[in-house]
């Protein structure tokens, strides 16, 4: 069994982080878990969930 990171604000998760002028970004939000950007690490999910002001929250992965 592995752990996976996903970004929760509100009923969004986030998708991606877009770049444009000068150092702004844009973050990309989708509200199916299914099109989220899974964090293998925590570390980079706490980043992100703290530069947008949201949670991060654990998913297990199970082989069968």
Same mark, same amino acid.
């Given at each position: 069994?592995?752990?996976?990171?996903?970004?929760?604000?509100?009923?969004?998760?986030?998708?991606?982080?877009? *770049? &444009?002028?000068?150092?702004?970004?844009?973050? +990309?939000? @989708?509200?199916?878990?299914?099109?989220? *950007? &899974?964090?293998?690490?925590?570390?980079?999910? +706490?980043? @992100?969930?703290?530069?947008?002001?949201?949670?991060?929250?654990?998913?297990?992965?199970?082989?069968?």
């Amino acid at each position: 069994m592995k752990n996976a990171y996903v970004v929760k604000l509100g009923n969004l998760y986030f998708k991606e982080k877009e *770049s &444009i002028l000068f150092r702004n970004y844009r973050y +990309k939000m @989708t509200d199916s878990l299914n099109d989220a *950007s &899974i964090c293998k690490g925590f570390d980079s999910a +706490k980043k @992100t969930a703290e530069e947008i002001g949201g949670k991060v929250y654990k998913i297990n992965l199970v082989e069968d």
